[in-house]
């Protein structure tokens, strides 16, 4: 079982715990905590225990930052388990000791600061914005962006970026280097693929091309791509509502696609480009696009 499709597995069918604190805010009698703000969104900052103690929601379940208190955000822990309303714990790494690293994490318009594992995942590989381990952990001067590590950049200064890269506002964080091929040639046997949140390679794909030969009505585009080895995988998936359990016997719904269940009974349900993750002695597994493969 690889972690990255696992991750992906987990991430779409946890589901949080809601709570509701209609009547904090009166029994709070104003407190008012200042908020900061880095590039244009709310940074949660470090709040002493006097502080964190008259707030109702600190480390209590919930399902958006409306659950919580300001200047409070709310988060899903490590283990991807749960959700909580947290504070900072962390400005920058020397507040973190033990060789651990503080990260900036986007939660919806807020950031919160945390302490994570320090990582050496190179520019445009897989990593986790709260990492548990090295190998989910952004090198230093890298930023982990929309699951991938970029390196921050500076709009105004022409330059910031190498060359084929461009600066672009990626989420609530800032501003980093995400590559592109447009506008310009690719070396033979690949070509310019357009991926998600403005980034597009140069790559060789591999399967159902279904950027340039869309897929049949009632089907979407399913595309991984391994920036490191300019490799890109497509295929065609039958669309679907996880609540009204549209998928044919066998599959399963996730991120609105219909994915083949794969179990230890039946390890070749898998296609050629797949790989059966997530799978569990209590949980059937799900065909992954495969991206070491």
């Avoid at 709040?47 to 379940?61: A, C, H, I, M, N």
């Amino acid at each position: 079982m690889k972690w990255r499709t696992w991750l992906a597995i987990a991430l779409g069918l946890l589901l949080p715990v809601p709570l509701m604190w209609a009547t904090s805010r009166l029994m709070l009698g104003g407190l008012d905590v200042p908020v900061a703000y880095e590039h244009g969104s709310k940074l949660v900052p470090m709040l002493p225990p006097d502080e964190t103690s008259r707030l109702l929601t600190f480390k209590r379940p919930c399902e958006g930052n409306e659950d919580c208190e300001a200047p409070l955000a709310c988060l899903r822990d490590q283990f991807m388990l749960k959700k909580a309303c947290v504070a900072s714990t962390c400005a920058k790494d020397a507040d973190c000791g033990q060789g651990l690293s503080c990260y900036s994490i986007a939660a919806g318009e807020r950031v919160v600061r945390l302490c994570g594992a320090p990582g050496a995942v190179v520019e445009g590989e897989f990593c986790m914005e709260l990492p548990r381990f090295r190998r989910m952990a952004c090198a230093p001067d890298l930023v982990c962006t929309h699951k991938s590590c970029r390196r921050p950049c500076q709009p105004e200064t022409p330059g910031s970026c190498p060359q084929g890269y461009y600066c672009h506002a990626a989420d609530v964080k800032g501003f980093v280097c995400l590559p592109t091929c447009e506008g310009r040639s690719c070396p033979e046997g690949q070509r310019c693929v357009a991926l998600a949140h403005g980034v597009s390679i140069c790559a060789r794909v591999h399967g159902t091309d279904c950027q340039l030969n869309p897929c049949p009505a009632g089907q979407v585009c399913d595309i991984a791509a391994r920036e490191s080895r300019n490799a890109v995988k497509m295929r065609c998936l039958l669309e679907c509502e996880p609540e009204a359990s549209s998928c044919p016997k066998g599959f399963s719904c996730l991120n609105g696609h219909c994915i083949q269940r794969c179990t230890s009974d039946a390890p070749g349900a898998c296609g050629p480009m797949e790989e059966c993750a997530g799978l569990r002695e209590d949980h059937p597994g799900l065909c992954m696009l495969d991206l070491d493969g």
